[in-house]
């Protein structure tokens, strides 16, 4: 097992993990259409590159997870997906999607750069293992159930499947009536793992069946917990954006609005700075 100081994944042209600038994974929750998607696309990729940001952008192709089967899942993994080559070629980004069933991976692959496990389907084996398949890089979101410790044989079962580049996800843990928290701890746990960690600072802040037939989130608080995350040294930090979170055909209440992002991103690459240079427990070392 590589050591926590050696932890490194590719996404495409950028290399995140110890040492490196941090990374975000950002865009909307789901495809909406190719003109909001395109257009969300260019502005999140301006302001990452103001700030000196890397960025993997994000959509999903299909939300399979939603709370109701009459929720929005998309609009055709065939659509979608044409939409996310057009964003990879026209911004020259790398791009981050969910996967949900293991016949999915090799389709996602063909325009992903890096294939997202949901929290809920961390441990599917067969899912994992069609993911490491493809040769692409994994991010695996921990479940909300799961003491960080335990990730260690989700990380074991795509190296088994032959996956090189890896990055593992917190997302909060479930602590009842719609609520989650945040253990910031499990960041340098996750860590040693050997691989690199990434902070989902808006679905920390999601209230899962909190409204009804759908989720409820308290966005205000996403900000706080990013900043917080990076401090205590995540490698990237996971955010949906919209333009009109209000609007938005999922996940709205827990998704950042555009104009939000330029302050939180400076605040972000300056708390990354810090944070390299005061890795957990220098501080008992002098």
Not at 136 to 165: C, D, F, I, S, T
Not at 179 to 192: E, K, S, Y
Request: charged share 25%; glycine share 8%; proline share 6%.
């Amino acid at each position: 097992m590589a050591s926590a100081g050696e932890r490194r994944a590719r996404i495409g042209d950028v290399l995140v993990g110890a040492g490196r600038p941090l990374a975000l994974l950002a865009g909307p929750c789901v495809v909406e259409g190719e003109e909001i998607t395109l257009r969300i696309a260019a502005r999140v990729a301006e302001m990452a590159r103001a700030a000196q940001l890397p960025l993997v952008f994000k959509a999903s192709f299909d939300k399979a997870n939603r709370t109701s089967g009459k929720s929005f899942r998309g609009l055709g993994h065939e659509e979608a997906l044409r939409i996310l080559a057009k964003v990879k070629e026209r911004f020259a980004l790398p791009i981050v999607t969910d996967v949900h069933l293991p016949e999915q991976a090799s389709l996602a692959a063909e325009v992903a750069d890096l294939l997202q496990i949901p929290a809920f389907l961390c441990r599917q084996t067969d899912l994992l293992l069609a993911a490491a398949a493809t040769g692409r890089a994994v991010n695996v979101k921990k479940g909300q159930w799961l003491a960080p410790e335990e990730m260690e044989h989700v990380v074991a079962k795509l190296r088994a499947g032959g996956a090189k580049e890896i990055v593992v996800t917190d997302r909060g843990t479930f602590f009842g009536y719609h609520r989650l928290v945040n253990d910031l701890t499990a960041i340098p746990i996750l860590q040693a793992l050997g691989v690199p960690v990434c902070f989902d600072c808006t679905h920390s802040v999601q209230r899962p069946g909190g409204a009804g037939d759908k989720s409820g989130g308290e966005r205000r608080f996403a900000p706080l917990l990013a900043r917080a995350a990076v401090a205590a040294g995540a490698d990237l930090v996971f955010m949906e954006v919209h333009e009109n979170p209000d609007a938005a055909l999922s996940d709205g209440p827990n998704s950042l609005p555009l104009a939000a992002l330029p302050r939180l991103f400076r605040a972000l690459r300056e708390l990354r700075d810090h944070a390299l240079a005061f890795p957990p427990g220098s501080e008992l070392t002098g």
